[in-house]
């Protein structure tokens, strides 16, 4: 099910970035091993009562500027806009209403996205609340005072937040199409690799306009199956500067990815594997997909019997948060091993969703223990009881532990390994989770 998504927009310094990180919690704070993902993060899964939505901050918009930076930030501002659900304007007490808000209140108004008007840094609801009612001349519905700084009001702001979110949501669960997005930086060759395998196929069903202003979901039948490509090719704007392209590609990936099973990422062979690729497939890795990656303009590079192995090495080196990822050399222009690339979805997608038996799971780790001691610290050893898969998408395994503190990160990985050793699970991330249980229970 596709989590709704909540863009924060408004003009620069009214608190955007303090609202984002006192929703998102600690998960904006936890280092993580996948490189560059965590750092100037725009998005988070924000979980509230019992839902769970995707957040997006924005750069601040002006909407008058010249300045080249600013109106870069109004572009991708513009873009978040395009892709959510739900909007958040924040405005700010202490400077009043101004002209620019009036004109940020026009082009919210235009989207025609339901909008939760927020106003912060009121910190004190007595001293400000008369302050408070001038927002009411935006006339765009009913301001919520808020302090982000002091999380004063977050309730009752998250509350008409979701009292837009879409209510068929629940209904994509009924398309059990596979649904494999294809993201990349710009210019790399996604939408070629549409057209191509469309175009090869002859089978465009129709197309779909997708949850962004750009994304396209196309409907394609290979063998008697169907496919939902979602393209996130309208990345490509010319004329911008590298950072903000970055943003761009990410809120697009994140989009893309939510909704998708698979996510193929697609690299460029003759600019090579960089930290931007690695920052767009943490997003995939991150949310347990099912991940191939398309490594395309094979053809333009000049070969011998060494090249694959030193791309190979090169991509695993950059992408060594998910080194179960399966790698494919391709053409999107000749063609060149695309009839390789649908096999290979349908054995992620298949391992992806599998399922192991308890009993077989436990001999696994049992022979696993036996080759390799558990850890142990001052004079206690780790024992481990029992281990069951517990979830799907990705495949998902509890270990019940006597210490969760010994059970060291690298030991998971060795037992990882060994799972993966006896079932494969090629293109899909496990998750495992730790439990502790007091010895004779």
């Not at 995939?284 to 019997?305: F, L, P, Q, S």
């Amino acid at each position: 099910m596709s989590k709704p998504i909540v863009a924060i927009v408004g003009r620069p310094n009214v608190g955007k970035s303090t609202l984002f990180n006192a929703l998102a919690g600690e998960r904006i704070s936890i280092v993580q091993d996948t490189p560059g993902v965590t750092r100037d993060r725009i998005y988070a899964d924000v979980t509230w009562l019992n839902m769970v939505f995707t957040m997006i901050d924005t750069g601040g918009i002006e909407p008058e500027s010249k300045d080249i930076i600013l109106s870069r930030m109004r572009e991708q501002a513009q873009i978040a806009i395009d892709t959510a659900d739900v909007i958040i304007f924040i405005t700010d007490v202490r400077q009043g209403l101004v002209d620019a808000d009036t004109k940020v209140a026009d082009l919210l108004r235009r989207s025609g996205k339901p909008v939760v008007l927020v106003v912060n840094k009121v910190d004190s609801f007595e001293k400000f609340m008369p302050d408070v009612y001038e927002f009411y001349n935006l006339g765009i519905g009913d301001p919520v005072p808020v302090s982000a700084a002091s999380r004063l009001g977050l309730g009752d702001m998250l509350e008409e937040v979701a009292k837009h979110f879409p209510e068929d949501v629940e209904e994509e669960t009924e398309d059990d199409r596979p649904k494999i997005a294809i993201i990349g930086k710009p210019n790399v060759g996604k939408s070629s690799l549409i057209n191509k395998l469309v175009g090869e196929e002859r089978v465009i069903v129709s197309d779909l306009a997708g949850t962004t202003r750009d994304a396209i979901d196309t409907e394609i039948q290979r063998n008697g199956r169907e496919y939902v490509l979602i393209d996130t090719a309208g990345l490509r704007r010319k004329n911008k500067i590298k950072e903000e392209i970055e943003r761009f590609s990410i809120i697009r990936a994140v989009t893309a990815v939510e909704r998708a099973d698979v996510a193929v990422l697609v690299i460029d062979a003759v600019e090579g594997v960089t930290e931007q690729d690695a920052k767009i497939a943490g997003i995939a890795h991150e949310r347990g997909k099912g991940i191939i990656i398309a490594v395309n303009k094979w053809d333009a590079i000049e070969k011998d019997d060494k090249t694959i192995y030193k791309y190979s090495g090169r991509i695993r080196e950059i992408l060594s948060f998910m080194p179960y990822a399966e790698i494919l050399f391709i053409s999107a222009k000749t063609g060149q091993r695309l009839h390789k690339l649908f096999d290979m979805i349908d054995m992620v997608l298949e391992n992806n969703a599998m399922r192991v038996a308890t009993g077989v799971l436990n001999e696994i780790m049992s022979e696993a223990v036996a080759m390799q001691q558990p850890p142990s610290d001052k004079g206690k050893r780790l024992r481990l009881y029992y281990i069951t898969q517990v979830a799907v998408k990705p495949p998902t395994f509890v270990i019940f532990v006597n210490d969760k503190e010994l059970m060291h990160f690298s030991y998971t990985r060795y037992l990882e390994n060994r799972i993966r050793d006896a079932f494969g699970f090629q293109g899909t991330s496990l998750k495992f989770i730790i439990r502790e249980r007091k010895e004779g229970r």
